[in-house]
C-alpha cells in the first residue's frame, strides 16, 4: 500500500469514527426522555417537552370539561388551560388518555399537565403536585328514573358505578354500604350501565351529570354533595416541575382578576367562577 493511499483509509476510518460517537450521543438523549427533550420557555425557568408549548394529557369525552378529540378538543377545562398557556406565551397541544393513569404519566414527564377534572387532595400529592383551584365541584347521585334510593345512605347492598380512579370511586368504597363498587374506564359508562340496569346507581361529577340529562332522559339526580370538602380542581403538574406550576399559578391569578376565568365559568356553568375558586390556593387545599 502506498503512503498517500495508507493515509486516505485513516482518514476514513476516523470520519466514521467520529459519526459513530454522534449518532451514540443522539441515541443516549432519546432513551432518557422517550424522544422529547425538556426545554426551557417564556424566558424562564419553566420545563416544557415540547419547546413553546404545553403538552397536556386530556381525559375525554367527560363533557363540559372535555369533548371531542384532539386536535378538536373543546370544554371547559381546555378553555382555562388555553388562557393560561397564552398568558404564559406558550401554544397548547393535547392527547387523549386514561384517567386512570394520567397523575402516574404527569408524574413520568409524559405530559407537562393534564386535562383531567382532577380534585385537589393530599393523597394525590404524593404523586403530583397541583396548581391553584381552577373549579369548584360537587358530587351527584344519579339513579333511574323512579329508584327508591334517594340519598346515598339508601345505596347499602346496591351495585354503584364509578369512574377508575376518581373521588367517588373512593367515596363509594369508603362512606357507603355499597355491596360492589364497579369501577369504569369513563364516567359515562357507569351512566350507560346505570341505564341498562346493570348497576343501581352512579357517582360522577354533579356537571356531568346535569350535561348527560340534559341530553338524555331515563334518570335523575337524587342527590347533590361533597365527596371531599373542598372539593377544589386543580392542574396536575410533576413533583419536580416548580417552575412551570407556579407559572401556571402566576397566570391563573391573572385571568381570575381580570375576569376571564368568570367569563369561561359562565359559558358552561350559567354562573361565575366562585369566592371559593377565585380566593383559594393549592397551599390551603393540601395540609392534612
Known sequence: MTRSRLWLVIGLLALAATAFVAAGCGDDDDDDDGGTEATTAAGGDIQTINEGSLFIGIDTPYPPFASGQPPNQTGYDVEVLDAIAEEIGLTTEYQDTGFATIFRDVAAGQFDTAAAASTIKPGREKQVDFT?????????????????IASVDDLGGTIVGVQDGTIQEDYANEETDAAEVRGFPEGTNAISQLLTGAVDAALIDEAVAVD?????????????????????????????????????????????ENGTLSEIYQTYFDTEAPPEVLDATNELLTND
Request: aromatic residues 8%; negative net charge.
Open 132 to 148: 391553584d383551584p381552577y373549579y369548584a365541584s360537587a358530587t351527584a347521585l344519579v339513579v333511574a328514573e323512579g329508584s327508591d
Open 212 to 256: 348527560l340529562l340534559e341530553k338524555q332522559g331515563g334518570m335523575e339526580i337524587a342527590e347533590s354533595f361533597a365527596a371531599t370538602s373542598p372539593d377544589l380542581f386543580g392542574f396536575a403538574v410533576a413533583p419536580d416541575n416548580d417552575g412551570l406550576r407556579e407559572a401556571m399559578n402566576e397566570a391563573l391569578a391573572t385571568i381570575k
